[in-house]
């Protein structure tokens, strides 16, 4: 009689999607990317990028991404996503709602207002305002300006020592604004420098210290024989006595 082979049941989609969120959940658990739901636009992208080099790098399947995400979510944001979780079908929705629900995007006319709202302040370097503004200009939609128009929109808050140094029609790119403006910067440490940073400081020769005068009439000290009182006290005496003495005639 031959035997029957039984065969093995394949698994359920239940059991493949857990085996799935397992493999998900091992793989996220080395990600120390976290988001609590912050509404600042800033802090959204920087979550999204920091997923997505990770997901690339980790080698993470959209599938296993979509299951692993709930893991990087805390708070609020843990919350809203399983209020939601439903209705996500994969990870490219995921990452939409992440930008849309969490820090719903602001209108064309609202970033324009931010990005004029605030010149660049006396002490802030170029680098770090033009990091701000083009942070900005970078959630208007795809195209909306070329780079140099996007210059026209930025070189009018520029502090006015920069705009004084710094001609628009010499500007062509942003690289070539940060160059120039970060040499005019250099400058300017090196003029408010306090002079004992720049320059040696020489040391005036010391005086020998001075002796005491010594009067050599009554022998004090202080002064000198000119000045002594007892001297000039005793002068009339002394005056007195020459002029008897030369009225006296010879025998």
């Not at 708070?75 to 939601?84: L, R, V």
């Not at 002490?123 to 990091?131: R, V």
């Not at 520029?158 to 910067?185: G, Q, V």
């Not at 002394?238 to 005639?249: F, G, L, N, Q, Y």
Request: net charge positive.
């Amino acid at each position: 009689m031959k035997r029957k082979h039984s065969k093995t049941p394949e698994p359920s989609e239940e059991q493949l999607n857990n085996r799935h969120s397992t493999a998900a959940n091992q793989k996220f658990t080395r990600c120390l990317l976290r988001f609590n739901g912050e509404h600042n636009y800033d802090k959204v992208e920087e979550f999204i990028t920091g997923v997505e080099v990770f997901k690339q790098i980790s080698q993470i399947s959209d599938e296993e991404a979509l299951l692993g995400l709930p893991l990087l979510l805390k708070g609020s944001a843990s919350t809203w996503w399983q209020g939601i979780r439903s209705e996500v079908k994969d990870w490219s929705a995921a990452i939409d709602n992440l930008r849309s629900f969490i820090d719903p995007k602001q209108q064309p006319y609202e970033i324009y207002m931010e990005i004029f709202a605030s010149p660049q302040g006396e002490n802030e370097e170029i680098d770090t305002f033009l990091c701000r503004k083009r942070a900005l200009l970078g959630q208007l939609p795809a195209a909306r300006h070329k780079e140099e128009e996007e210059i026209d929109l930025i070189y009018g808050l520029l502090k006015l020592k920069l705009r004084k140094n710094i001609a628009r029609s010499a500007i062509n790119t942003f690289a070539d604004l940060l160059e120039k403006a970060r040499h005019l910067e250099s400058l300017e440490q090196e003029i408010q420098k306090p002079l004992t940073e720049t320059t040696p400081v020489i040391n005036a020769p010391t005086k020998a210290p001075r002796k005491k005068r010594r009067c050599l009439f009554c022998r004090n000290k202080g002064h000198v024989v000119e000045e002594c009182r007892k001297r000039l006290a005793e002068l009339p005496k002394c005056e007195t006595t020459k002029e008897k003495t030369s009225d006296v005639k010879p025998e």
